[in-house]
């Protein structure tokens, strides 16, 4: 059944469907050191699945959203550092900007430091469905503050278009957009051949009514920790299990291998925002009354 559009139990749906692909998804990820480890330290210590840096970056997102009013990209840039920790597996380029910015480097340098031109990797995509929460009634909006949340930290041009594509995608559902239409969208809000070319793919996809293998998605789409290998694939798989139970979704994403966290946690935030909470997984997640109510702030601030 369609939910009302902006209710709150749709702001809850995608926190929590960010929070809870990301906890889902981080025992797969990578090789078998890195889920050697996470096994290690994947629960709390009362048992709570927890999540990584995805879910962190994005309630930072959110609290300087709704601390300031509106998007502080020096705030902001605060925020990431502070909350910084090794554990939640940040990726070595993001660690190396946020170490930087902890001993006061502006953060219009320290997003250089670690790339020449800027991260291209889809660490400002996976906190961008805060931002269609935020401003719900405004499409440019959105445009414009994920520009500017992602030169924060993924200053490189398809760092920034990873934000844009999972912003504009998250505020279409959020929206009522129809699936071609919020591709179209997205489409729209992206210029690169690299971007461009997989969305395209994407789209032939959803509209051939024969789905691809999990193979085939990496081929063509990729399942990397970059932004032009894991932003398409995420709205891709979103949409496509769209009317589907989240775990059918995560089990596919898995089957995808790769950057498995960030890939469930932006197809977690666009399935959440098109279907609310009450469909997820009922899980125990590690600071589920916090990321409850950042949600519902989310909600009241915009309502």
Known sequence: MTKPSRSLERYLGCVLGLATGDALGAPHEGGPAERMLWRLIGKTPSGCFRWTDDTQMSLDLAESLLSR??????????????????????????????????????????????????????????????????????????????????????????????????????????????????LDAVRRSVASPEMSSRLETAQGWLTSGNPPEPPDVVRDLGNGASAPASCPTALYIAIRFLTEPFEEMLRFVIKCRGDVDTIAAMAGALWGVANGNDRLPDIRLEAREHLEDVAVRLYEARS
């Open 69 to 182: 009013g509106d998007l502080n990209p020096t705030d902001l840039a605060q925020r990431f550092a502070a909350s910084y920790r090794w554990s939640r597996g940040y990726g070595p380029g993001t660690a190396r900007v946020l170490r930087r910015l902890r001993r006061g480097e502006p953060w219009q340098e320290a997003a250089l430091a670690g790339h020449a031109g800027g991260s291209l990797g889809n660490g400002a995509a996976m906190r961008a469905p805060i931002l269609a929460l935020f401003f719900p009634d405004d499409d440019r909006a959105v445009i414009e503050s994920a520009r500017t949340s992602a030169r924060v930290t993924h200053a490189h041009p398809l760092g920034i278009e990873g934000a844009l594509i999972i912003g504009v995608a998250a505020h279409a559902l959020l929206n009522d957009i129809s699936a071609n239409e919020t």
